[in-house]
T-cell receptor, first 116, second 116 residues
């Protein structure tokens, strides 16, 4: 069974600085997707960035980028130029590529606080 | 239709009562998921619908839980004889097949259940 581990329960970063959130996963699959979702306080979860396992190039979305190390089963999220609005819970999620269900398996989350 | 909606947003009930939650997915999405999120944890998969067919149920979904998606549109999640351990946030998500974002799930705001 797949598992997702986020080893940093809480992190803080100064506004405009860079922070990296870690995520590791365990799977025997070769084709899968990885995601980072953001859950602001009392608001719904939204997608930050996704990575297809068959792609070697790391995904980037504006200030957000990932460091995907497939052999190490690591998928970290880097937030550059942190903004106060980045304060949220961040969840790493795994999905098998050819699963009939396409369900997500989530980590326990990292609470990020951006300090003014 | 701007997103996934869930009703009610909050529900307080007494132990032993039945509760029902509703989820309205994004209209063109044929896939619908229910997750449960307890404090300090990531969402855990409960069940999945493709159109009106319920294709997978988690072991977390005891016999007291039932979900339906008549006509492949909205979905309901019913919990019978609620227990205090059922207290959690119940999240609904939907996704669409055949688009560039087919593996991205869009989440609703959740229904927070408190069982007294």
């Amino acid at each position: 069974a797949q598992t997702v581990t986020q080893s940093q329960p809480e992190m803080s970063v100064q506004e405009a600085e860079t922070v990296t959130l870690s995520c590791t996963y365990d799977t025997s699959e070769n084709n899968y997707y990885l995601f980072w979702y953001k859950q602001p306080p009392s608001r719904q979860m939204i997608l930050v960035i996704r990575q297809e396992a068959y792609k070697q190039q790391n995904a980037t979305e504006n200030r957000f980028s990932v460091n995907f190390q497939k052999a190490a089963k690591s998928f970290s999220l880097k937030i550059s130029d942190s903004q106060l609005g980045d304060t949220a819970m961040y969840f790493c999620a795994f999905m098998k590529h050819d699963s009939g269900t396409y369900k997500y398996i989530f980590g326990t989350g990292t609470r990020l606080k951006v300090l003014a | 239709d701007t997103g996934v909606s869930q009703d009610p947003r909050h529900k307080i009930t007494k132990r032993g009562q039945n509760v029902t939650f509703r989820c309205d997915p994004i209209s063109e999405h044929n896939r619908l998921y229910w997750y449960r999120q307890t404090l300090g944890q990531g969402p855990e998969f409960l069940t999945y619908f493709q159109n009106e067919a319920q294709l997978e149920k988690s072991r977390l979904l005891s016999d007291r839980f039932s979900a339906e998606r008549p006509k492949g549109s909205f979905s309901t999640l019913e919990i019978q004889r609620t227990e205090q351990g059922d207290s959690a946030m119940y999240l609904c998500a939907s996704s669409s097949r055949g688009s560039l974002t087919y593996n991205e799930q869009f989440f609703g705001p959740g229904t927070r259940l408190t069982v007294l």
